[in-house]
């Protein structure tokens, strides 16, 4: 059993529930559509993140390989920051952010920075192929995230602006 291993397990799974539950507070609280979608669906996400650690866990306690079948597990069939996207598109004209959901925000894109953080550093430690690909796909996720949260931010500050610098608008 590799207990070096089960430890940062341990420590991942904590905090993806964590995140989890932030997220579902932040949806039971948020005021308008483009916040609740967009809290649902990182808390969503924080379920699979959460699904892939127990299996590997379940793996490595059972003594047995703990290969993961990515395509078997629940996903999206967009990212997090393109559906984000999508929404805001929708909801521009008649969203109000209110203070609690810029708050949530910039709590939650601590969460993922620090998601972020956590799996870079072992993923210098890993050896194993299947350890480097789980850390891998999870750091992926974790900045998909994050910049989810950056650019709702951008958007709840000022949606105009946001929009100016998505569209990437020119003169003729």
């Known amino acids: 059993m590799?207990?070096?291993?089960?430890?940062?397990?341990?420590i991942a799974l904590?905090?993806?529930?964590?995140?989890?539950?932030f997220y579902?507070?932040?949806v039971n609280q948020s005021g308008n559509p483009l916040g609740k979608a967009m809290f649902?669906?990182?808390?969503?996400?924080?379920?699979?993140?959460?699904?892939r650690i127990k299996a590997i866990v379940?793996?490595?306690?059972?003594?047995?390989?703990?290969?993961?079948?990515?395509?078997?597990?629940?996903?999206?069939?967009?990212?997090?920051?393109?559906?984000?996207?999508?929404?805001?598109?929708?909801?521009?004209?008649?969203?109000?952010p209110d203070a609690g959901d810029v708050e949530a925000i910039d709590v939650g894109l601590d969460f993922e920075t620090k998601a972020v953080k956590f799996y870079?550093?072992?993923?210098?430690?890993?050896?194993?192929?299947?350890e480097r690909e789980f850390i891998l796909r999870m750091i992926e996720e974790e900045k998909d995230h994050r910049e989810t949260?950056?650019?709702?931010?951008?958007f709840y500050?000022?949606?105009a602006a946001f929009f100016l610098e998505m569209e990437h608008p020119h003169l003729d």
Request: proline residues 5%; negative net charge.
């Open 40 to 51: 649902g669906r990182l808390r969503d996400d924080e379920l699979v993140h959460m699904e």
């Open 14 to 21: 904590t905090m993806e529930e964590k995140g989890y539950s």
């Open 149 to 154: 949260c950056l650019e709702l931010k951008r």
């Open 24 to 26: 579902n507070q932040a």
């Open 2 to 10: 590799n207990h070096p291993l089960l430890k940062i397990l341990e």
């Open 58 to 96: 379940n793996g490595l306690t059972k003594g047995t390989d703990w290969k993961i079948e990515y395509d078997k597990l629940p996903s999206q069939p967009q990212s997090t920051n393109a559906m984000f996207r999508k929404l805001a598109r929708e909801h521009a004209k008649n969203l109000k």
């Open 157 to 159: 500050a000022d949606p």
């Open 120 to 130: 870079e550093e072992h993923l210098e430690q890993a050896q194993d192929p299947m």
